[in-house]
């Protein structure tokens, strides 16, 4: 039997479809396996490159794969999709997850650590929090409009809402006015947990030394420095060329596309922010003295 030197695994909740294959590229084995039996198997193998697609689940497995003695690989969807041969299942996705993974020119996903996936759940927990609050807002604003109240749009704007429906003497009926009661004390509460995310981010943010530097960067705050450090090791830049690349590039369609495609960056739902932070100030780069080494960096393909 030939030796496997890769697998591909097609992830799923509870069944996983795995393609093993040799050097040459030659199939050794198709498997389907339950989760319990892929755990089993993938520690009976010996080491060898397990590649998968980058999804929701597979930062842990390849973290686990790692313990194994496995060398994990992702891969973003859309640079498997290609290499489908046939009618897409779940065992011609593994099969086309080892042909990528193949390509010498292929790109992989860096694995994220625990930490890193904490991070990006706190931010993502603090955008849906914002999101359900505008919604509430949104509603409120729309019932009161129904019966002639009007305020301008923005959450500044909502003790004016919140002082019609206090008030007795406005002309509206007893269920509207317990419906808009109700819709305040949900978004007081949304307020409230918005409040003890930002400390937490804030908390976040003073832990290490390089986001505490990024912070003296004029417009640049918690959210924005924790979305420029995994940008900087992914390119592998020193802290202050990162800094120097966000403060000259403007907002790209690039960007957004690598974060549709790719589910690279823990942050880089952020990267908005820290570029629109680095731009804010017209002269970008007095901050660099006596912060990150005084030098002003010079960057390859932008002016000094």
């Known amino acids: 039997m030939e030796k496997v030197t890769i697998i591909g695994v097609d992830l799923a909740k509870n069944v996983f479809h795995l393609h093993g294959a040799a050097a040459d590229g030659s199939v050794v084995f198709r498997k389907k396996l339950s989760r319990l039996q892929f755990c089993k198997f993938m520690a009976s193998q010996p080491a060898c490159v397990v590649a998968m697609e980058a999804c929701g689940s597979s930062h842990y497995w390849a973290r686990q794969m790692a313990r194994l003695g496995h060398e994990p690989r992702l891969i973003a969807p859309a640079y498997v999709k290609p290499?489908?041969?046939?009618?897409?299942?779940?065992?011609?996705?593994?099969?086309?997850?080892?042909?990528?993974?193949?390509?010498?020119?292929?790109?992989?996903?860096?694995?994220?650590?625990?930490?890193?996936?904490?991070?990006?759940?706190?931010?993502?927990?603090?955008?849906?929090?914002?999101?359900?609050?505008?919604?509430?807002?949104?509603?409120?604003?729309?019932?009161?409009?129904?019966?002639?109240?009007?305020?301008?749009?923005?959450?500044?704007?909502?003790?004016?809402?919140a002082e019609i429906v206090e008030d007795e003497s406005a002309d509206l009926p007893d269920l509207v006015r317990d419906i808009c009661s109700a819709l305040l004390d949900q978004i007081e509460q949304l307020s409230s947990r918005l409040a003890a995310l930002k400390k937490t981010i804030d908390t976040l943010s003073k832990q290490a030394a390089t986001p505490r530097r990024f912070q003296t960067m004029p417009g640049v705050g918690p959210i924005a420095c924790l979305a420029i450090e995994p940008l900087r090791r992914r390119?592998?830049?020193?802290?202050?060329?990162?800094?120097?690349?966000?403060?000259?590039?403007?907002?790209?369609?690039?960007?957004?596309?690598?974060?549709?495609?790719?589910?690279?960056?823990?942050?880089?739902?952020?990267?908005?922010?820290?570029?629109?932070?680095?731009?804010?100030?017209?002269?970008?780069?007095?901050?660099?003295?006596?912060?990150?080494?005084?030098?002003?960096?010079?960057?390859?393909?932008?002016?000094?």
Do not use: C
């Open 83 to 161: 290499f489908v041969k046939r009618q897409k299942n779940d065992i011609a996705d593994a099969e086309a997850i080892v042909e990528a993974a193949q390509r010498p020119t292929m790109r992989f996903v860096e694995p994220k650590t625990k930490e890193q996936q904490s991070r990006a759940i706190v931010f993502r927990t603090r955008e849906q929090f914002v999101n359900q609050r505008t919604e509430l807002v949104n509603a409120l604003r729309a019932h009161l409009y129904e019966f002639g109240y009007v305020a301008p749009q923005g959450i500044g704007h909502l003790p004016r809402l």
């Open 235 to 304: 390119w592998r830049l020193s802290s202050a060329v990162a800094i120097s690349r966000l403060a000259r590039a403007g907002p790209s369609a690039e960007v957004e596309r690598r974060q549709a495609t790719t589910t690279e960056g823990i942050e880089e739902s952020k990267m908005g922010n820290a570029i629109f932070g680095g731009r804010s100030s017209s002269a970008p780069w007095p901050w660099f003295d006596g912060h990150l080494g005084g030098a002003r960096p010079t960057v390859p393909g932008l002016p000094a």
